[in-house]
């Protein structure tokens, strides 16, 4: 190969493995650990497992965005479990909104209602469900329902068979979640990549040495 092509090319493939070493990895959603319980009279009921949603702030209104990549929990109510992996989001309409927050650390949820007009009868909800049974099925609810000037805030949770429903009060915002601990990314240090930029640039040099003779 010609001395004139051949530099350019192993300048481009050093400048590429540079490159690669030196591109962030693009952000990923965060796993989320679940554990929640509630009781009403003498029926008791629980919320475990896990909800992935990348970091950012949603604002969701009429079906979306609909941030969950996946979901994986299991709704026991008396003793009687069933699985939830899918979400509906289609009972919130502006001017309602539904407000999840996905940190490094906690996802928090957020029914808003504050919108909504004296004498309208509006609500934002969140529903977790059985994607086999689709709303017919069993679901986990957290809402606002706002009416005549009041906003009732709650979770609820039914499962089918036997039918039971559990409902409890809650205060708003909710902390739903929080972060799975991840084992620490190995990043190159500064010395590395500078290390492994040198050897690259040797490698060429020796190539154009062994061509000049």
């Given at each position: 190969?010609?001395?004139n092509?051949l530099?350019p090319?192993?300048?481009?493939?050093?400048?590429?493995?540079?490159?690669?070493?030196?591109?962030?990895?693009?952000a990923?959603?965060?796993?989320?650990n679940?554990?929640?319980?509630?009781?009403?009279?003498t029926?008791?009921?629980?919320?475990?497992g896990?909800?992935d949603?990348?970091?950012g702030s949603?604002?969701?209104?009429?079906?979306?965005?609909?941030?969950f990549?996946?979901?994986?929990l299991?709704l026991?109510?008396?003793g009687?479990?069933v699985?939830?992996?899918?979400?509906?989001?289609?009972?919130?309409?502006?001017?309602a909104q539904?407000?999840?927050?996905?940190?490094?650390?906690v996802?928090?949820?957020?029914?808003?209602?504050s919108?909504?007009?004296?004498?309208?009868?509006?609500q934002s909800?969140?529903e977790?469900?059985?994607s086999s049974?689709?709303?017919?099925?069993?679901f986990?609810?957290?809402q606002?329902v706002?009416?005549?000037?009041?906003s009732?805030?709650?979770?609820?949770?039914?499962?089918r068979?036997?039918?039971?429903?559990?409902?409890?009060s809650?205060?708003?915002p909710?902390?739903f979640?929080?972060?799975?601990?991840?084992?620490?990314?190995?990043?190159?240090e500064?010395?590395t990549?500078v290390?492994?930029?040198g050897?690259?640039?040797?490698?060429?040099?020796?190539?154009?040495k062994?061509?000049g003779k």
């Open positions: 190969m010609n001395k092509r530099f090319t192993l300048a481009l493939a050093g400048a590429t493995s540079l490159a690669a070493m030196l591109t962030p990895v693009a990923m959603a965060v796993t989320f679940v554990n929640r319980s509630w009781s009403e009279g029926n008791n009921a629980s919320l475990v896990t909800v949603v990348p970091v949603y604002t969701i209104q009429n079906g979306s965005p609909n941030p990549t996946n979901v994986n299991t026991t109510i008396n009687n479990a699985t939830l992996n899918a979400v509906n989001l289609t009972e919130t309409s502006a001017p539904f407000l999840v927050n996905a940190t490094s650390s996802l928090t949820f957020n029914p808003d209602v919108g909504c007009s004296f004498g309208a009868i509006c909800q969140l977790f469900i059985d049974q689709g709303l017919s099925g069993p986990y609810r957290i606002s706002f009416s005549l000037g009041f009732q805030n709650e979770e609820y949770g039914v499962i068979s036997p039918f039971t429903g559990v409902t409890s809650i205060n708003l909710v902390t979640g929080t972060a799975q601990q991840q084992p620490p990314t190995s990043v190159p500064p010395t990549t290390g492994l930029l050897l690259g640039l040797l490698g060429v040099g020796s190539a154009l062994r061509m």
